[in-house]
């Protein structure tokens, strides 16, 4: 762009030098009028035409000072005036009307193709005065002047030796502007296809990175499914082993400890289940997982015959394993501590869970109308369960907030951060 934006330029400078060529070629040109006119005794048209030579010149300075617009206006006026004047003092016969046939020339060497406008006008102006021309001699509106017929004649002479001569410098001028823009399209349109032949090569590469790349993305998803895959199935094994060796254990305490392991792995195993069958391999709606992992509990406490109903109110929240994983150990062991303790000698109650967006963070809530605890004696317990809470809780960078009164139930609240 910057290159073509540098041809028009000079060649706008370039038209400008031959206007000013054109003007020095027509002042050169107006001696021999001086010279004849002056010998007839035409002392006033002599006059006039040191005007003309003025106004010429004066079209040249115009240029050189980038006053463009208005030296076109003196040109066309002084050509126009010049070839009204003369044929109106010497005759139609003298020629002079012969400079009119270079107009149109004279006009393209003014103007830009582009500029419709100016080219109509300036074209139009020579028409109409030609025009007005062969009007007052057709109808010998105005009486000629007494001019020798050989003066004529060797006026006749210079003025088609002078618009032939004009006509054909124009001429070659124009064909030297048109081969100049010839080779500027020619140069553009070669770089133009070569800009192409480099866009179409970096679309190709950039086509085959980006398919490389779903390529890849396409065997990481494979491969995280089939890591989740496998950790579930691992997970599930590990679950069966604890659950056999859970038969053979006669202790009923170290029983239990080995049944809330078996919980606590199956609650991961759950969630590897849900990544593995989730779209998105990088995050689950938590709100799925939550309800599968209540049926699963419920479903694992049904022994105990314990009608216990589970009310959730789960804001769809997409969370990413890092997120997820904590946040399930804490509500398995939240729901453990319920059934093992809260309903441990009721067969019905209620477990209420809530999890929704706040600002900031998300706020959960766990409730149960189970018998209650009274937090000072277990915190000098030191129960396990407890300090699972307060960590997985940390690990969301929430902090625990137990209440509870005896046969009143107890409430879990903390504002978990997810990020």
């Not at 020339?105 to 006008?121: A, G, P, S, T």
């Not at 100049?180 to 133009?192: A, P, Q, V, W, Y």
């Not at 085959?208 to 890591?227: F, G, H, P, R, Y």
């Amino acid at each position: 762009m910057s290159s073509v934006i540098t041809t028009y330029i000079n060649n706008n400078e370039s038209r400008a030098k031959a206007i000013n060529q054109f003007c020095a070629f027509t002042m050169l040109f107006a001696s021999p009028y001086i010279f004849i006119l002056y010998q007839f005794g035409h002392t006033f048209s002599v006059f006039i035409m040191a005007i003309l030579i003025l106004l010429f010149y004066s079209c040249i300075l115009l240029n050189k000072t980038h006053r463009t617009e208005i030296a076109k206006i003196v040109l066309i006026f002084t050509t126009n005036f010049s070839v009204l004047y003369f044929d109106i003092l010497l005759g139609f016969n003298s020629g002079i009307h012969l400079y009119l046939f270079t107009a149109p020339l004279i006009v393209y060497l003014l103007f830009d193709y582009n500029e419709k406008r100016n080219v109509l006008l300036s074209l139009s102006s020579y028409l109409l005065n030609f025009i007005f021309i062969f009007t007052v001699y057709k109808f010998n509106w105005i009486k000629e002047t007494e001019i020798d017929p050989d003066a004529i004649s060797y006026l006749y002479a210079i003025n088609l030796t002078f618009s032939l001569i004009l006509s054909f410098i124009l001429i070659v001028y124009f064909a030297f502007i048109n081969s100049s823009h010839n080779t500027l399209l020619t140069d553009i349109n070669s770089k133009l296809e070569a800009k192409k032949t480099e866009l179409e090569s970096k679309i190709e590469e950039k086509n085959k990175t980006q398919n490389d790349l779903l390529k890849t993305l396409k065997e990481k998803d494979i491969l995280m499914a089939e890591v989740h895959h496998r950790v579930k199935n691992n997970l599930a094994f590990i679950s069966g082993l604890l659950q056999l060796q859970n038969f053979y254990i006669k202790d009923e305490k170290a029983s239990s400890v080995i049944q809330e392991s078996f919980y606590r792995i199956k609650s991961i195993s759950i969630l590897h289940e849900k990544f593995y069958e989730s779209n998105n391999l990088e995050k689950i709606d938590i709100q799925s997982y939550i309800n599968e992992l209540l049926v699963f509990l419920k479903l694992s406490f049904s022994h105990e015959k314990k009608e216990i109903i589970f009310h959730a109110n789960i804001d769809h929240i997409p969370l990413n394993l890092s997120q997820s994983m904590p946040f399930s150990l804490l509500l398995n062991e939240l729901i453990t501590n319920s059934f093992k303790h809260a309903f441990k000698e009721s067969n019905d109650g209620n477990i209420y869970i809530s999890l929704t967006k706040a600002n900031p963070g998300f706020e959960f809530t766990y409730k149960d109308d189970g018998v209650g605890f009274d937090l000072s004696l277990v915190t000098k317990d030191k129960s396990l369960g407890l300090n699972l809470i307060n960590t997985f809780t940390q690990q969301l960078r929430g902090s625990s907030q137990f209440s509870s009164e005896k046969n009143k139930g107890m409430c879990f609240t903390s504002t978990l951060h997810f990020d």
